[in-house]
């Protein structure tokens, strides 16, 4: 196998708890609009940009697709409002790790540049090489763009590039990039994920099985 030379997360589900809250805010907004919110149609198409999320649900209930961005912004009010921040246990640690080794790390959402960048998460996000975001493409998950941007700029070959992912669409988004993409467990049951390379329950099971792979072995000897 190619050896790995760049760990790319998935940055909602993945790296930070926001899910509960990310769907709470969408019902909320939705509710507010007329539209009904379904948690897990959500949570299948988890990954895409706002506006890619609620324009099939709006047009779908007879409503004009020109109201996407205005529902999309209240959600992000609202979410700014009630959101409790946290990042999942030992990641900062486990990025760290990573990067004591010699890998490049970075972040691949479809959220917002804004949300991500603003609040708790800055502080880390800064620390890693590169984070791309749906507003740096044209296409959110499952197109191939943001992880295609991401190995560009870090300077790798996506085939040594890792991606971890909690959601169907990223996975795809990932594959269809060239690169290698485990799945974790977070927010849907591995039936859902079964695209992925390999699954795992949750982020510390993916950081146990790297940890096992990297003692005496430099980052250019290691096959993930």
Known sequence: MTPVEAIIFDFDGVIAQTMDDGCAAWAKACAEFGL??????????EGQK???????????HGMPASLANTIAARKNEIYRDM??????DGVEIFIR????????????????RTRLLEGPSRALLEELDLVVTGDDVPRGKPAPDMFSKAATELNV???KCLVIENAPLGIKAAKAAGMRCVAVCSTLPAFRLIEADDIFQSLSEVATHLRESLPGQTAAEINL
Do not use: C, N, W
């Open 83 to 88: 959101h409790s921040f946290s990042f999942y």
């Open 97 to 112: 790790e990573l990067q004591e080794r010699g890998y490049k790390t970075a972040v691949v959402s479809g959220g917002s």
């Open 36 to 45: 009904p919110f379904d948690r897990e149609e959500f949570l299948l198409g």
């Open 50 to 60: 706002a506006i890619e999320y609620i324009t099939p649900v709006l047009l779908r």
């Open 157 to 159: 070959q996506p085939e």
